[in-house]
Nanobody, 122 residues
Framework: QVQLVDSGGGSVQPGGSLRLSCTAS????????MGWFRQAPGKEREGVAA????????YYADSVKGRFTISQDNAKDTAYLQMNSLKPEDTAMYYC???????????????WGKGTLVTIST
């Protein structure tokens, strides 16, 4: 069973930056992709970014394009989400996720971290 440990959340002012990290372990076969989802209070979960392990292809939600960058260090089985130019509407619980097939990487994945809270406020 894949285990994901996500971290790096915090509270910053608008315009600030944060970097989230997610390390995977416990897998028999390495996940095909990893990604980040977020859920704000009262809102549905949203796929934010995803990256394919083998070729590094990335996908982003329109709301974060140009501001967020997903990357990976395969040697460490770790994915990162660099978040710049943060806005109050980015406030949410951010969840790391991984998937064995990645058919629709921004819609759902098989494995989930516990989440890390990101708060953007003055």
């Amino acid at each position: 069973q894949v285990q994901l440990v996500d971290s790096g959340g915090g509270s910053v002012q608008p315009g600030g930056s944060l970097r989230l990290s997610c390390t995977a372990s416990g897998y028999s076969y390495k996940p095909v992709c990893m990604g980040w989802f977020r859920q704000a209070p009262g809102k549905e979960r949203e796929g934010v970014a995803a990256i394919y392990r083998d070729d590094g292809n990335t996908y982003y939600a329109d709301s974060v394009k140009g501001r967020f960058t997903i990357s990976q260090d395969n040697a460490k089985d770790t994915a990162y989400l660099q978040m710049n130019s943060l806005k109050p509407e980015d406030t949410a619980m951010y969840y790391c996720a991984a998937d064995d097939w990645c058919v629709a990487p921004l819609r759902n994945m098989d494995y989930w971290g516990k989440g890390t809270l990101v708060t953007i406020s003055t």
